[in-house]
């Protein structure tokens, strides 16, 4: 069976500091690989999506980067955190030919 | 694009009552529709979805969801909701490229 995994699961960090969220997959091949934030007591947001290795799209332009340098590994960074980068991140995968998604536990970032 | 409206924020019932969340999507095409449920810190868990067929789909810890095209409404119900129900709820939309868009989600209280 499918399994998604991300780390860190917690993680505070200062101002201006730099990101790394890794977000990887076991149990299948070729998955399309999304990010989304939530920020606290609203819907998700999509950030970034790939549909393949090297291929990334970006949904809403910041301050934050993805890469996917693997094929089921997907990447969240940022070179200096703002205060309003904190929320929780969740990375999802869908298989490339089907619509569901499927969530990886999250990572709660609170920048200071 | 598509999107989705949860016109409830937060629903308060009691334990062994029934429940109905409400969801509607505006999309130009048959939808992909989907309920997931989010627990406190937690990923979000895919309750049931819809992709073409009946339009009264069931789905996981006794959830069904209805399908109305006239209304562009995919409800979400329970007919007896249990303490371990009390959670945040999300109606998604999916297009056919595999974009999903996410309602800002209701959150539901279970009173004993």
């Known amino acids: 069976s499918q399994t998604i995994h991300q780390w860190p699961a917690t993680l505070v960090q200062p101002v201006g500091s730099p990101l790394s969220l890794e977000c990887t997959v076991e149990?299948?091949?070729?998955?399309?690989l999304y990010w989304y934030r939530q920020a606290a007591g609203r819907g998700l947001q999509l950030l970034f999506y790939?549909?393949?290795?090297?291929?990334i799209s970006s949904e809403v332009p910041q301050n934050l980067s993805a890469s996917r340098p693997q094929d089921r590994q997907f990447i969240l960074s940022s070179k200096k955190l703002l205060l309003s980068d904190s929320g929780f991140y969740l990375c999802?995968?869908?298989?490339?030919?089907?619509?569901?998604?499927?969530f990886g536990p999250g990572t709660r970032l609170t920048v200071l | 694009a598509q999107s989705v409206t949860q016109p409830d924020i937060h629903i308060t019932v009691s334990e062994g009552a029934s429940l109905e969340l409400r969801c509607n999507y505006s999309?130009?095409?048959?939808?992909?529709l989907f309920w997931y449920v989010q627990s406190p810190g937690q990923g979000l868990q895919l309750l049931l979805k819809?992709?073409?067929?009946?339009?009264l789909v069931q789905g996981i810890k006794g959830f069904e969801a209805e399908f109305k095209r006239s209304q562009s409404s995919f409800n979400l119900r329970k007919p007896s909701v249990h303490w371990s129900d009390a959670a945040e709820y999300f109606c998604?939309?999916?297009?056919?490229?595999?974009?999903?868009?996410f309602g800002a989600g209701t959150r539901l209280t279970v009173k004993p």
């Open positions: 999802a995968w869908s298989a490339s030919d089907r619509n569901e998604q499927f």
């Open positions: 149990g299948t091949s070729n998955p399309n």
């Open positions: 790939s549909i393949g290795i090297g291929q």
């Open positions: 999309y130009g095409a048959t939808p992909y």
């Open positions: 819809y992709f073409s067929g009946d339009t």
């Open positions: 998604a939309v999916g297009a056919l490229n595999n974009d999903m868009r």
